[in-house]
């Protein structure tokens, strides 16, 4: 039921074959489950960046017994992209999005013309977006840019009576705010096709001589990559090898991982350290992991390790 990087375009995410439909940012769950039940023919995928979120709605989910549902923890945007087939999807809900109210945080908002642009490539035709919010300014942008993009008509029904029931529905009742609701309809479709980036990378790792350095200090530092950045975050010594695992947040594009990079004893005639991505939590392999293993493996070289050979 968890959808994990490693398991994007690898096989079918669903045995059986039905309307495809998406919330983003499902928060504790509720309406996935509302959805699960009240169209047994639907597969559901749902995503939310917060760890809080998938193991709330991990647990609602299991108890419910729905089996026709697939949470993935980590933005939107990537299970869009790299999940949803171009044309594929009957319908995205939004409900209650982060409403990002101050301007310099604006573009972190979900409804922007880029998401709109990817959204108008992946909904079936007169595929829609169910949006719900009690925020007057979101509600207005998402609405304009759908309008301005010429991809989709919008209409302004009443909401699911479902999409007023959960915990932020809930919560802005309480206050008596206000609640908004847009269906956009797919029209039209941006003219960039928005391929998958998710693509697995082979195996990366480089080959040193000299010994491996003792840790006695440990500053963290950060590379750059075109599309993200890479944070070496610490790095800790193996009791029984005495390899060294790299603790490696990796942001790029729209994935974020936490892997481990090993430099450890390596089994080659020609050399005395290997630097690879440790198969913990199995990451996916990336542009992102490879320049992780490239920049520790420069980080091992100002240590005194010379590169013999790297496969990257
Ligand atoms: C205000 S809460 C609403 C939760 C739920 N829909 C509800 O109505 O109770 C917004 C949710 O969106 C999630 N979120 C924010 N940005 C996201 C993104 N880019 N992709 C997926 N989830 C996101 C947050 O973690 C949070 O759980």
Redesign the pocket.
């Given at each position: 039921m968890l959808l994990r990087p490693f398991d994007i375009g690898e096989s079918a995410i669903f045995e059986r074959t039905g309307p495809l439909v998406f919330?983003?940012?499902?928060?504790?769950g509720?309406?996935l489950v509302h959805l699960a039940r009240a169209h047994p023919a639907w597969n559901i995928l749902g995503?939310?960046?917060?760890r809080?979120?998938i193991s709330r709605a991990f647990r609602r989910v299991s108890r419910a017994g729905v089996d026709r549902v697939r949470l993935f923890q980590?933005?939107?945007?990537?299970?869009l992209r790299n999940v949803v087939p171009e044309n594929g999807l009957f319908r995205m809900?939004?409900?209650?999005?982060?409403?990002w109210p101050k301007k310099r945080h604006r573009d972190?908002r979900?409804l922007k013309p880029p998401f709109l642009a990817l959204l108008s490539t992946r909904l079936a035709d007169q595929g829609t977006l169910l949006l719900?919010t009690d925020d007057a300014a979101y509600f207005t942008q998402a609405v304009d840019d759908a309008k301005k993009s010429g991809w989709y008509t919008v209409s302004e029904p009443a909401p699911p009576a479902a999409?007023l029931r959960?915990?932020?529905?809930?919560?802005w009742n309480v206050l008596q705010r206000p609640v908004y609701h847009a269906c956009l309809t797919k029209v039209g479709a941006s003219a960039e096709s928005f391929p998958r980036t998710a693509t697995r990378v082979a195996m990366h790792h480089a080959l040193l001589t000299g010994p491996l350095p003792r840790l006695e200090a440990f500053e963290p530092f950060r590379r750059r990559l075109a599309d993200g950045h890479i944070i070496v975050l610490g790095a800790l010594t193996r009791v029984g090898d005495g390899a060294i695992l790299f603790e490696v947040r990796i942001e790029e594009d729209?994935l974020t991982q936490e892997i481990l990079i090993e430099a450890k004893r390596a089994h080659a005639a020609q050399a005395d350290v290997i630097v690879t991505v440790s198969t913990f939590g199995r990451p996916l392999l990336t542009r992102g992991t490879r320049e992780a293993v490239r920049a520790i493996t420069a980080w091992l070289n100002e240590r005194g390790l010379n590169t013999v050979e790297t496969y990257f």
């Amino acid at each position: 039921m968890l959808l994990r990087p490693f398991d994007i375009g690898e096989s079918a995410i669903f045995e059986r074959t039905g309307p495809l439909v998406f919330e983003a940012g499902f928060g504790d769950g509720s309406f996935l489950v509302h959805l699960a039940r009240a169209h047994p023919a639907w597969n559901i995928l749902g995503a939310d960046v917060s760890r809080g979120s998938i193991s709330r709605a991990f647990r609602r989910v299991s108890r419910a017994g729905v089996d026709r549902v697939r949470l993935f923890q980590g933005k939107a945007e990537f299970l869009l992209r790299n999940v949803v087939p171009e044309n594929g999807l009957f319908r995205m809900y939004v409900n209650f999005p982060d409403p990002w109210p101050k301007k310099r945080h604006r573009d972190r908002r979900l409804l922007k013309p880029p998401f709109l642009a990817l959204l108008s490539t992946r909904l079936a035709d007169q595929g829609t977006l169910l949006l719900t919010t009690d925020d007057a300014a979101y509600f207005t942008q998402a609405v304009d840019d759908a309008k301005k993009s010429g991809w989709y008509t919008v209409s302004e029904p009443a909401p699911p009576a479902a999409a007023l029931r959960t915990k932020y529905a809930r919560k802005w009742n309480v206050l008596q705010r206000p609640v908004y609701h847009a269906c956009l309809t797919k029209v039209g479709a941006s003219a960039e096709s928005f391929p998958r980036t998710a693509t697995r990378v082979a195996m990366h790792h480089a080959l040193l001589t000299g010994p491996l350095p003792r840790l006695e200090a440990f500053e963290p530092f950060r590379r750059r990559l075109a599309d993200g950045h890479i944070i070496v975050l610490g790095a800790l010594t193996r009791v029984g090898d005495g390899a060294i695992l790299f603790e490696v947040r990796i942001e790029e594009d729209d994935l974020t991982q936490e892997i481990l990079i090993e430099a450890k004893r390596a089994h080659a005639a020609q050399a005395d350290v290997i630097v690879t991505v440790s198969t913990f939590g199995r990451p996916l392999l990336t542009r992102g992991t490879r320049e992780a293993v490239r920049a520790i493996t420069a980080w091992l070289n100002e240590r005194g390790l010379n590169t013999v050979e790297t496969y990257f």
